[in-house]
């Protein structure tokens, strides 16, 4: 919500030296999230003003362009006569009208510069200015000619057209719903610098009377609905501008009269109108819910196929309009436009989001009515609407008017005078909780040590006792409430996964990985892109009722689409050397699925619920996954870097393990994404599979954006640490010295040397300390199509020193074992 700060003190007393950024920091610490205060026009500097136009010449330009050349009254300015000599393109305005006229030195939005400068044949003095060129919307077809005739040539333009405003942009919460209008921000504004609050809500909703045009409601989505008939407006008449630049400030386009009357009331009050042209409807006007097969053509010329759980306006004959987020094109205000019957109700908060959630059509009303709308602000705002066509649009308000339901009730909360002091553990007494509650508007009734509380009508989000809790907390300051550190229970600490988990990511980030955290988000597009097939089990999607957006509609069953994103996003900002990685639970669907259940928000769910809830999402493991590309080690003067690949991948995965005392086998293997042959396979020393890591498909990466030969790595972290030795199963350090033994073998190119190590491994026995491949060899020594695997085996007994003949005989065991597993031969030379 934008909100001017010359609106905001209509409402408000604000101070007259008060600015934007004082009263910006007013309103973070009273709870609201002010974002941005925009000083707009603090750019504009220079001779901006008023001019009128004396005479003018037209010339036709040696291209064909008609110019005119103008004389223009700019009052005195360095004691000349105050006519200056302008040239200009636009040809909407006459001799005697009064324009804006930017002259030599003046400095416009966009750091745009004037000076007089020759065009046309002609030096212009200056420059006659259109709204687009003053900020004032994006109108550069003609220049922008003011209807004040009594205006002074030569004074100042910028305080006449207000060019120069504080805007504090505030991202309004969904329980501030009251904050989307000028009236709300000012209420907050006065309740936090302690001042006089006006409120532009002056009327109270009459009992229900149906004298004017006739209103039938059908659903008990719409409790209230308030219609006015204006007759005889003028459509032709231009907005105030004042109006429109208020409009323009608040971040909406000025459109029309009529359309800008009911945005402007909408932005001051936050309530949403509407207004129909009274002479395309067709009978009364019926809220009800939509019928199988019906459609509507919205406002922006789109058809629509309506659901029957949508709220609908409609009359004889058909829908028109989508209550709470959009009118329809039959009953549009046009140019012809003589007589309107205004909207002002008040729906349903669920079923409008859902509407737009549905429809995907978010629009201002829909934004204000999901939050929540201050019923009784309906019939204050239909009537100011109507008084403001009326007072600019010529028209004449009829006295029979229509009010059908009634403001829905509020529930009241009883809760004890000490519950605050007990939650915020600060001292709040009886006397301050109940003027601090009374200063937001509820009504407290004091029962000596219980109060009980009614909300005010723009509030429906105060339902439980520690909502108001939380808004003492707030008009008292969070900030002068003393943190208070809770004292840890004895005897408890982190638990064997949580220990491993930072174990894990310690030994990672010491590696180089970056951790990020991304959405648990999918597509099927994602596991399309990946290859997936159709039996793997990444294909049983859990899928989100009211996803965050379309395009995601699924909880992620693989860590590496979210990574791969995170990749491209700092790929397309020059980060071209990646190492990430991510912890985080992904989630496997039963089959069949379950529904879950869906709860009310009004209390905690109960201990069943919350079962329910998460045996519906099915299997849910920790994934450990990275993606790595560009260079692992960068070029210097040593010499080349070492580009990061398949081996910085698998090491990835090791280096996991061995974290938390595991040592994992791998084998070459082929699952996608990864590339048929540059992909290892990793198992527990039980043989279970626990994850892949290697170099990338071609075709994933051209799908994905990414780097061709892009590596990756996802394994089951869970299964990981389910596996990992406990304390009791980790070997004591011997203190007998360490026997050493080398050994090379000769194998086909084909054979893994995973597949070596593991013969050796499996064949030296307990002994066996510890084992490495430090060098591997191809060449015309050892023949074509062989290659030559060199080890570093580590022997050590926990209870005697090793004798040269049982190394060597442990030694040659292994060797044994991996020329019966493997065919290999060993090098002797």
Same mark, same amino acid.
């Given at each position: 919500?934008?909100?001017?700060?010359?609106?905001?003190?209509?409402?408000?007393?604000?101070?007259?030296?008060?600015?934007?950024?004082?009263?910006?920091?007013?309103?973070?610490?009273?709870?609201?999230?002010?974002?941005?205060?925009?000083?707009?026009?603090?750019?504009?500097?220079?001779?901006?003003?008023?001019?009128?136009?004396?005479?003018?010449?037209?010339?036709?330009?040696?291209?064909?362009?008609?110019?005119?050349?103008?004389?223009?009254?700019?009052?005195?300015?360095?004691?000349?006569?105050?006519?200056?000599?302008?040239?200009?393109?636009?040809?909407?305005?006459?001799?005697?009208?009064?324009?804006?006229?930017?002259?030599?030195?003046?400095?416009?939005?966009?750091?745009?510069?004037?000076?007089?400068?020759?065009?046309?044949?002609?030096?212009?003095?200056?420059?006659?200015?259109?709204?687009?060129?003053?900020?004032?919307?994006?109108?550069?077809?003609?220049?922008?000619?003011?209807?004040?005739?009594?205006?002074?040539?030569?004074?100042?333009?910028?305080?006449?057209?207000?060019?120069?405003?504080?805007?504090?942009?505030?991202?309004?919460?969904?329980?501030?719903?009251?904050?989307?209008?000028?009236?709300?921000?000012?209420?907050?504004?006065?309740?936090?610098?302690?001042?006089?609050?006006?409120?532009?809500?002056?009327?109270?909703?009459?009992?229900?009377?149906?004298?004017?045009?006739?209103?039938?409601?059908?659903?008990?989505?719409?409790?209230?609905?308030?219609?006015?008939?204006?007759?005889?407006?003028?459509?032709?008449?231009?907005?105030?501008?004042?109006?429109?630049?208020?409009?323009?400030?608040?971040?909406?386009?000025?459109?029309?009269?009529?359309?800008?009357?009911?945005?402007?009331?909408?932005?001051?009050?936050?309530?949403?109108?509407?207004?129909?042209?009274?002479?395309?409807?067709?009978?009364?006007?019926?809220?009800?819910?939509?019928?199988?097969?019906?459609?509507?053509?919205?406002?922006?010329?789109?058809?629509?196929?309506?659901?029957?759980?949508?709220?609908?306006?409609?009359?004889?004959?058909?829908?028109?309009?989508?209550?709470?987020?959009?009118?329809?094109?039959?009953?549009?205000?046009?140019?012809?436009?003589?007589?309107?019957?205004?909207?002002?109700?008040?729906?349903?908060?669920?079923?409008?989001?859902?509407?737009?959630?549905?429809?995907?059509?978010?629009?201002?009303?829909?934004?204000?009515?999901?939050?929540?709308?201050?019923?009784?602000?309906?019939?204050?705002?239909?009537?100011?609407?109507?008084?403001?066509?009326?007072?600019?649009?010529?028209?004449?308000?009829?006295?029979?008017?229509?009010?059908?339901?009634?403001?829905?009730?509020?529930?009241?909360?009883?809760?004890?005078?000490?519950?605050?002091?007990?939650?915020?553990?600060?001292?709040?007494?009886?006397?301050?909780?109940?003027?601090?509650?009374?200063?937001?508007?509820?009504?407290?009734?004091?029962?000596?040590?219980?109060?009980?509380?009614?909300?005010?009508?723009?509030?429906?989000?105060?339902?439980?006792?520690?909502?108001?809790?939380?808004?003492?907390?707030?008009?008292?300051?969070?900030?002068?409430?003393?943190?208070?550190?809770?004292?840890?229970?004895?005897?408890?600490?982190?638990?064997?996964?949580?220990?491993?988990?930072?174990?894990?990511?310690?030994?990672?980030?010491?590696?180089?990985?970056?951790?990020?955290?991304?959405?648990?988000?999918?597509?099927?597009?994602?596991?399309?892109?990946?290859?997936?097939?159709?039996?793997?089990?990444?294909?049983?999607?859990?899928?989100?009722?009211?996803?965050?957006?379309?395009?995601?509609?699924?909880?992620?069953?693989?860590?590496?689409?979210?990574?791969?994103?995170?990749?491209?996003?700092?790929?397309?900002?020059?980060?071209?050397?990646?190492?990430?990685?991510?912890?985080?639970?992904?989630?496997?669907?039963?089959?069949?699925?379950? $529904? @879950? *259940?869906?709860?009310?928000?009004?209390?905690?769910? #109960?201990?069943?619920?919350? %079962?329910?809830? +998460?045996? /519906? !999402?099915?299997?849910?493991?920790?994934?450990?996954?990275?993606?790595?590309?560009?260079?692992?080690?960068?070029?210097?003067?040593?010499?080349?870097?070492?580009?990061?690949?398949?081996?910085?991948?698998?090491?990835?995965?090791?280096?996991?393990?061995?974290?938390?005392?595991?040592?994992?086998?791998?084998?070459?293997?082929?699952?996608?994404?990864?590339?048929?042959?540059?992909?290892?396979?990793?198992?527990?020393?039980?043989?279970?599979?626990?994850?892949?890591?290697?170099?990338?498909?071609?075709?994933?990466?051209?799908?994905?954006?990414?780097?061709?030969?892009?590596?990756?790595?996802?394994?089951?972290?869970?299964?990981?640490?389910? $596996? @990992? *030795?406990?304390?009791?199963?980790?070997?004591?350090? #011997?203190?007998?010295?360490? %026997?050493?033994? +080398?050994? /090379? !073998?000769?194998?086909?190119?084909?054979?893994?040397?995973?597949?070596?190590?593991?013969?050796?491994?499996?064949?030296?026995?307990?002994?066996?300390?510890?084992?490495?491949?430090?060098?591997?060899?191809?060449?015309?020594?050892?023949?074509?199509?062989?290659?030559?695997?060199?080890?570093?085996?580590?022997?050590?007994?926990?209870?005697?020193?090793?004798?040269?003949?049982?190394?060597?005989?442990?030694?040659?065991?292994?060797?044994?074992?991996?020329?019966?597993?493997?065919?290999?031969?060993?090098?002797?030379?």
């Amino acid at each position: 919500m934008r909100a001017p700060l010359r609106w905001l003190r209509e409402s408000a007393a604000l101070p007259d030296d008060l600015d934007g950024r004082t009263l910006a920091e007013a309103l973070i610490r009273a709870g609201l999230e002010v974002e941005t205060v925009d000083h707009v026009g603090e750019e504009i500097a220079g001779p901006l003003v008023i001019g009128k136009v004396l005479a003018y010449e037209v010339e036709v330009h040696s291209n064909g362009k008609p110019i005119r050349w103008c004389q223009v009254d700019v009052g005195p300015h360095n004691h000349d006569s105050g006519s200056r000599s302008v040239v200009c393109g636009a040809h909407n305005f006459e001799v005697g009208d009064v324009v804006v006229v930017a002259l030599p030195g003046t400095v416009l939005p966009g750091r745009f510069a004037i000076s007089a400068r020759r065009t046309y044949g002609h030096v212009s003095d200056g420059m006659i200015c259109s709204p687009k060129e003053l900020g004032l919307g994006d109108d550069h077809t003609g220049i922008l000619v003011l209807d004040e005739p009594d205006l002074t040539p030569g004074s100042d333009a910028v305080p006449v057209l207000d060019l120069r405003e504080d805007v504090l942009d505030i991202a309004v919460t969904p329980d501030r719903g009251y904050c989307l209008s000028i009236r709300g921000i000012a209420r907050e504004a006065a309740q936090a610098m302690g001042i006089a609050f006006n409120d532009p809500v002056d009327r109270v909703v009459p009992v229900e009377t149906t004298n004017g045009y006739p209103i039938e409601l059908q659903s008990d989505a719409c409790p209230l609905f308030v219609a006015l008939t204006v007759t005889g407006i003028d459509p032709s008449r231009p907005s105030p501008r004042w109006l429109a630049r208020r409009v323009q400030l608040a971040g909406m386009r000025s459109i029309s009269l009529a359309v800008d009357i009911t945005n402007y009331v909408m932005l001051e009050t936050g309530q949403p109108i509407h207004a129909y042209d009274a002479d395309l409807l067709d009978g009364p006007i019926v809220v009800r819910k939509a019928g199988e097969g019906e459609k509507l053509t919205t406002l922006d010329d789109v058809v629509r196929p309506l659901h029957t759980n949508d709220l609908l306006i409609t009359d004889a004959s058909g829908p028109i309009g989508l209550a709470g987020v959009m009118g329809g094109a039959t009953t549009e205000l046009s140019l012809s436009t003589r007589n309107v019957v205004i909207e002002a109700a008040h729906f349903d908060a669920m079923t409008i989001a859902r509407t737009s959630r549905r429809h995907k059509l978010s629009s201002e009303a829909s934004r204000r009515f999901e939050r929540g709308v201050d019923p009784e602000a309906s019939y204050a705002a239909a009537h100011r609407v109507a008084e403001l066509l009326v007072e600019h649009a010529g028209g004449t308000l009829l006295a029979a008017e229509t009010v059908r339901g009634t403001v829905p009730g509020r529930p009241s909360t009883t809760i004890s005078d000490t519950l605050p002091t007990q939650i915020l553990g600060t001292d709040v007494d009886h006397s301050s909780v109940v003027r601090l509650l009374e200063a937001i508007g509820a009504t407290v009734t004091d029962h000596g040590d219980r109060l009980t509380i009614t909300p005010p009508s723009w509030r429906p989000d105060l339902k439980d006792p520690y909502d108001y809790v939380e808004e003492v907390g707030r008009l008292i300051g969070f900030d002068t409430i003393e943190p208070v550190v809770p004292t840890a229970p004895v005897g408890r600490g982190l638990t064997r996964s949580q220990r491993a988990r930072r174990a894990i990511n310690a030994a990672l980030a010491a590696r180089g990985f970056v951790e990020v955290l991304s959405f648990s988000f999918a597509s099927i597009a994602d596991l399309d892109a990946m290859g997936i097939p159709s039996d793997d089990q990444r294909r049983r999607l859990n899928k989100i009722v009211n996803p965050l957006s379309e395009a995601s509609p699924y909880l992620r069953t693989s860590l590496l689409p979210g990574l791969f994103a995170a990749a491209v996003r700092n790929l397309s900002r020059g980060n071209d050397d990646l190492a990430l990685f991510e912890a985080g639970s992904v989630f496997f669907a039963d089959d069949p699925q379950t $529904a @879950a *259940p869906r709860p009310p928000v009004t209390q905690r769910p #109960s201990a069943e619920e919350l %079962a329910a809830i +998460d045996r /519906a !999402l099915g299997q849910q493991p920790r994934h450990l996954g990275a993606v790595l590309t560009g260079q692992w080690q960068t070029d210097s003067w040593e010499g080349r870097g070492v580009t990061a690949g398949w081996q910085q991948a698998i090491a990835f995965v090791e280096a996991a393990g061995l974290a938390i005392g595991l040592r994992l086998d791998r084998r070459a293997a082929e699952y996608p994404p990864w590339h048929p042959g540059r992909c290892a396979e990793f198992t527990l020393p039980t043989g279970e599979r626990i994850g892949y890591a290697g170099e990338l498909h071609p075709d994933v990466c051209t799908a994905f954006g990414l780097p061709f030969r892009t590596a990756a790595a996802e394994i089951d972290l869970d299964a990981l640490i389910a $596996a @990992a *030795p406990t304390m009791g199963d980790i070997p004591a350090i #011997s203190g007998f010295p360490v %026997a050493k033994e +080398d050994v /090379a !073998l000769i194998v086909d190119e084909d054979i893994p040397a995973a597949a070596v190590e593991r013969a050796l491994r499996a064949g030296a026995g307990p002994l066996l300390e510890s084992i490495w491949l430090f060098d591997v060899y191809t060449g015309p020594q050892i023949g074509k199509g062989k290659k030559s695997l060199a080890y570093a085996l580590r022997f050590r007994a926990a209870d005697r020193t090793l004798t040269d003949a049982e190394a060597a005989d442990a030694r040659d065991a292994g060797v044994a074992a991996a020329v019966q597993r493997t065919g290999a031969v060993q090098r002797t030379v």
